[in-house]
């Protein structure tokens, strides 16, 4: 399966309906949301995004056991026949997530990873913070056996990248090689605001840190609002896309 083909079985699984049932502004202090498709619990980040303007990251774990996953080929494929690849996506299952009080964000957070949980989703998922920026980070999934295991999220790989004068877009590109080079996995970039990337420059590297933390000086470096989503393609081609997206509240 090529690339575009790939993005495509990406898409597919974050294509999820999500319903805001109150629609309501911030100082309501109420949220009440119906979630559903292939990742419930990113499409739940985007409205939160949306509605109250806060940066929420997530990052995905491998989906490898069976029922994790499902086959869309007949959905996704106009060239469909009996001997297409497969293409396969996250088989998320759906929530009503319904919160009542001061909507702060780790209370919020808190509760919405409690609530995806009890749904019996697949991955477990701890709350992390940086200043405002919360992140939302796989810990744990199912093997190919049915059984929880812990797992290194994606942007926890420590990584060394010489110190020079870059783009931020080239930097985020030398971040995806470096990580693809520690998880064995290959590691592309979705959907980003190329523009406002191209356009900062930045003197910048690591040296033995996360992905993440490097990740995070190099979007600050950009000045704008910006979140990310690491999405992990099952399939006959397992790959992981770092998408990156403006974050702008609702008016």
Not at 7 to 36: F, H
Not at 87 to 100: A, D, I, S
Not at 196 to 205: N, P, S
Request: hydrophobic share 40%; charged share 25%; net charge neutral.
């Amino acid at each position: 399966m090529n690339f575009r083909k790939q993005l495509c079985a990406l898409a597919v699984g974050c294509a999820a309906t999500i319903v805001p049932l109150t629609g309501q502004a911030l100082d309501s202090q109420a949220i009440d949301i119906v979630a559903d498709g292939g990742r419930p619990l990113a499409k739940v980040l985007d409205e939160l995004e949306r509605r109250f303007g806060w940066v929420i990251t997530y990052e995905e774990p491998p989906y490898v056991h069976p029922s994790d996953v499902r086959d869309v080929t007949r959905e996704t494929r106009r060239d469909y026949s009996a001997s297409s690849a497969a293409v396969v996506v996250p088989n998320g299952r759906p929530f009503r997530y319904v919160y009542t009080g001061v909507p702060n964000e780790e209370a919020v957070l808190q509760e919405l990873l409690k609530t995806y949980k009890d749904a019996g989703n697949a991955a477990e998922f701890r709350l992390e913070r940086t200043g405002t920026l919360f992140h939302l980070v796989a810990s744990a999934a199912r093997n190919r056996d049915g059984q929880y295991e812990g797992y290194q999220a994606l942007l926890d790989a420590r990584i060394s990248i010489p110190d020079a004068d870059r783009t931020a877009f080239e930097m985020i590109r030398a971040i995806a090689s470096a990580v693809e080079s520690k998880a064995a996995t290959k590691v592309i970039l979705g959907s980003v605001p190329t523009n406002v990337l191209i356009q900062t420059r930045l003197h910048e590297g690591a040296q033995n840190e996360t992905a993440r933390a490097v990740l995070i000086r190099c979007l600050q470096a950009t000045n704008a609002p910006l979140s990310w989503r690491v999405l992990y393609g099952p399939g006959n081609e397992p790959m992981y896309a770092l998408n990156i997206h403006y974050v702008k509240r609702r008016e």
